[in-house]
């Protein structure tokens, strides 16, 4: 009697002691897929349903729909969910036109030409299309394959198929190409634009990484990440090869699915030639960043704000601008790291189940000191840029969204020069 008393006891408490798995707050509410080939009896599975067990194999990121739909083996051995997604925008740029169909990123704003200040665009170059696979579900060596291809890049109505993931799973490990440990996707807001805030995370990379629960509420990651720079040299002999792995980590408490507050850093070296010395030399870049979304009755808020050293290209709009190291005016050869601040912050409201609103503010800082002589002039780099967002969603259905957006961003460089532009967006994406 005894024992059955403990029994019941010990199966109550494991039941209340459900891991807060972090789903993004605009994941469909649906528990269950729609439609099963093969073994329907697995979704009656209340320890490894084949629907948690798929989404918790995917991104944490808006921009993928939950799965709707698998095919399950009779052993429930294997599971292969399929998901693809079609979102066509029709967008009008007023003030200095933005010539980026899917993203709104205004570190790459430029002045306009005169009679060039409105711009229509149309594009379908966010859909996308990934495979999800899952083996072994029920065993503790359980093996996950996510690959998502996406058919955006080019100019104009240029298109061509770009990997945006490509991972395996397993035993608590993550090794493939994704995005950083160092980003927490779930702290982004559901926007049209593709780019977001430009102080948000925005790295994609070939990783390994480890990531566990240790209590169901605490979660520890750690990984190593190829390294990736991008100076502003004094001559294209300053550039080295990279020998040392990036070192990205977090430790996240989580009060439901959602709701959370992660803090995470990550640290590197930064190898460049000092050609004056004619000797290598490297440097340490780090960064620190607090995320966090919580849910309060009808919305959900976000937040997130980070600051480092020599990490420009952790920062969505630093990446790629030149800025992780940059001529250092006082010794001649050597490089020195820019700092870097930004933070955004939205809300989302939630009007029904199906119709939900977000308005977001962004900002992004860069401290670099003035210097001459570089490939890239001083003036020319982001001294900071603001960023807002404002959008109506309508879910008509579990697989399609209608949305209109409102989207307004302004650079200024260190030549004192500010440039603005304003978006309208509409919407139609089709997913499952």
Not at 85 to 108: H, I
Request: hydrophobic residues 35%; aromatic residues 12%.
């Amino acid at each position: 009697m005894r024992l059955k008393i403990l029994s019941v006891c010990a199966t109550a408490i494991l039941a209340s002691m459900t891991i807060n798995a972090q789903r993004h707050p605009t994941t469909a509410a649906e528990s269950q897929l729609q439609f099963v080939v093969g073994n329907e009896q697995a979704l009656n599975d209340t320890v490894d349903n084949p629907y948690n067990v798929l989404i918790d194999n995917i991104p944490s990121d808006p921009e993928y729909t939950a799965p709707h739909f698998a095919i399950i083996d009779q052993d429930q051995k294997f599971y292969l969910s399929i998901g693809a997604a079609v979102k066509a925008v029709a967008l009008y740029d007023w003030g200095n036109p933005y010539e980026n169909p899917s993203d709104f990123k205004p570190s790459d704003f430029t002045l306009a030409q005169p009679g060039n200040e409105q711009l229509l665009q149309m594009s379908i170059k966010s859909s996308s299309v990934n495979f999800n696979i899952v083996g072994m579900p029920k065993n503790k060596y359980r093996i996950g394959i996510f690959i998502a291809l996406a058919f955006n890049g080019g100019v104009g109505n240029d298109y061509y198929v770009k990997c945006d993931h490509a991972y395996l799973k397993v035993l608590g490990l993550t090794f493939g190409y994704t995005s950083s440990l160092y980003d927490d996707k779930t702290a982004d807001a559901y926007l049209i634009d593709g780019n977001g805030a430009g102080a948000s995370g925005g790295h994609s990379n070939m990783t390994l990484n480890w990531q566990r629960h240790i209590t169901p509420q605490l979660k520890l990651g750690v990984g190593l990440e190829l390294p990736k720079v991008s100076y502003t040299t004094t001559t294209p002999m300053n550039n080295a090869y990279q020998r040392i792995p990036a070192i990205p980590a977090y430790i996240q408490y989580a009060w439901n699915e959602v709701g959370h507050i992660r803090l995470s850093g990550i640290f590197r070296q930064l190898r460049y030639y000092d050609d004056i010395s004619s000797r290598f030399r490297s440097l340490p870049g780090y960064g620190i960043k607090l995320t966090a979304n919580a849910k309060m009755g009808n919305a959900v808020g976000y937040l997130m704000a980070q600051t480092g050293k020599g990490i420009a290209n952790y920062l969505k709009d630093n990446d790629g601008f030149n800025l992780d190291l940059t001529p250092s005016p006082e010794n001649n050869g050597r490089l020195k790291r820019p700092g870097s601040w930004g933070m955004l912050s939205a809300l989302q409201y939630n009007f029904t189940p199906k119709m939900f609103s977000t308005v977001m503010y962004g900002y992004l800082r860069n401290y670099v000191t003035p210097y001459e002589g570089g490939i890239i002039e001083y003036g020319s780099h982001m001294k900071y840029e603001h960023y807002c967002a404002a959008n109506f969603i309508w879910r008509a259905s579990s697989f399609v969204d209608i949305g209109i957006e409102y989207n307004h961003g302004i650079k200024y460089d260190f030549a004192h020069n500010s440039i603005s532009n304003n978006r309208i967006s509409a919407m139609f994406r089709v997913g499952f």
